[in-house]
């Protein structure tokens, strides 16, 4: 899960960037990094560790000249979160210079790799399969091509090239030196990706791609709709819009978690709000509280904030129970299951979070958390329920039991990380210290999302072990799981 944006402008983008990355920004928080191109074809960048207000400066965001650029914040899947080498835009010079962003997660790396090296006899200097695929979309790019110059079907030619070769999850934003943006999405749009325009002052458009449909609406563009699964769009550099469908299947499959955590509740994706989809989330998760656990018997109804709000505004409605507010949230501490690490998260959980009393003491709690993956939290926040002076607590998901890793871009890599897995519901939450433990429903998820769209499948890996690519096998998992443990 990362954050990206690109941009072709009128003018200098480097701001619009800066300020769309800071919307992105719960998307990740590891590092940042920008590009620019001049109309020249030099390519400016920066990138830095760190979130985005950290990692420029003035200095920094006046080199990055040009009427066109993109920009990325990570949450590391693969590779190092410490790493500066591996921070995003990736760079290679042939043919013409090509910068790309990625957002997402390939799962064929071991058999790229090989192949890049000694068929392809392109050299990778990281292990960031962000690396990988700007390196084989270069080599794809280099091989279509008849002449100097670059046309919209050399390049929807070669992005066809790089979904015969690449598996996983991919939304992708490059920018080809002299010669305009690139978007494209995997070809079952696992990962979001949507595209906009606004009218600039002299009169000709402006576009921008980006993770979330947020991004548009705060810099004045009209949303004009979501880049297609298996789709590729090039915006030139004069405006003008081509796109092509690049895959022969298409399906759109897209990641269940972007509803469930992921996205802000103020993005639309796919045609599906995020907070609509939220509170339909809560709406039946309050039917399997009632069907599970002494409804009667409970007090108050409190989120865990920020996520879970809108779920449990709707579970304490329907069941007719008090919402209230009982953690107050620094907000100066980023997302902490986005944090690389248990320990960070385990620390980070009570500098994040704070219990206040007169809230909780002698009351029988239900507090509405969006998912519980390691537990780490979970375990924490139930503790400082109980410090706090709660009588019992029970403790519910909006989402069903995280069993399986998720392997197209979440950093659930390990079985053996996930609470869930191999435990009943009652031994997870005498596990995590809870009176009782609720679990939504996958089919109620899967409707609560889907209610109302043009969506008819979604990818629930991670809580149900279909993996939508049919690409990941038992040998790949286990080997994920070793190198994430090496």
Not at 323 to 342: A, C, D, L, S
Request: include cysteine.
């Amino acid at each position: 899960m990362c954050g990206i944006v690109g941009m072709v402008g009128q003018g200098p983008v480097n701001q619009d960037i800066y300020d769309s990355l800071l919307l992105l920004q719960h998307r990740g928080q590891d590092s940042t990094g920008i590009s620019t191109a001049e109309a020249t074809g030099v390519i400016h960048s920066h990138k830095a560790k760190g979130q985005v207000r950290e990692g420029f400066r003035t200095r920094d965001m006046r080199a990055l000249m040009g009427e066109i650029g993109l920009g990325h914040c990570r949450y590391a899947t693969k590779g190092s979160a410490s790493s500066e080498e591996e921070a995003q835009p990736f760079y290679v010079n042939a043919p013409y210079g090509i910068v790309l962003v990625h957002n997402g997660n390939l799962t064929n790396t071991r058999e790229l790799t090989d192949d890049l090296f000694y068929k392809d006899r392109r050299h990778l200097n990281t292990s960031s399969d962000t690396e990988l695929l700007v390196n084989v979309l270069a080599f794809e790019l280099q091989a279509v091509m008849t002449t100097i110059e670059l046309d919209p079907a050399q390049v929807f030619q070669a992005v066809t090239r790089v979904h015969e070769r690449v598996e996983g999850s991919y939304a992708a934003i490059a920018l080809i030196a002299g010669h305009g943006l690139l978007a494209f999405r995997d070809p079952f749009g696992i990962r979001p990706m949507i595209l906009g325009t606004r009218k600039a002052e002299n009169g000709r458009y402006e576009w921008i791609v980006a993770s979330e449909s947020l991004v548009l609406e705060n810099g004045g563009f009209d949303v004009v709709r979501d880049v297609l699964p298996g789709e590729a769009v090039f915006i030139d550099l004069d405006g003008n819009l081509h796109s092509q469908q690049c895959s022969p299947s298409p399906q759109l499959v897209p990641c269940s978690f972007e509803y469930v955590y992921l996205a802000r509740p103020d993005s639309i994706m796919n045609g599906i709000s995020v907070y609509e989809a939220r509170l339909r989330m809560g709406e039946r998760l309050a039917d399997t509280i009632a069907k599970y656990t002494p409804v009667e018997s409970i007090d108050v109804v409190m989120p865990i904030p920020d996520s879970s709000r809108p779920a449990a505004m709707q579970v304490a409605r329907k069941l007719g129970l008090e919402y209230r507010e009982g953690f107050y949230k620094n907000r100066y501490v980023g997302r902490t299951f986005i944090m690389p690490g248990q320990a960070v998260r385990k620390k980070s959980v009570r500098q994040k979070l704070n219990a206040m009393s007169s809230e909780f003491k002698g009351k029988n709690v239900l507090l509405i958390d969006d998912s519980i993956v390691r537990g780490t939290t979970s375990k924490e926040i139930i503790q400082m329920a109980r410090d706090a002076g709660a009588k019992s607590v029970t403790f519910a998901s909006a989402a069903p039991p995280v069993r399986f890793p998720h392997v197209y871009g979440i950093n659930m890599p390990s079985r053996h990380e996930l609470v869930a897995h191999g435990r009943t519901i009652p031994e997870i939450a005498e596990e995590l210290g809870a009176d009782y433990m609720v679990y939504q429903e996958i089919e109620d998820l899967k409707a609560a999302i889907m209610e109302g769209s043009d969506v008819t499948d979604l990818d629930m890996s991670c809580f149900d072990g279909r993996y939508v690519t049919g690409t990941v096998t038992e040998e790949y998992l286990s080997w994920v799981e070793g190198s994430q443990s090496s």
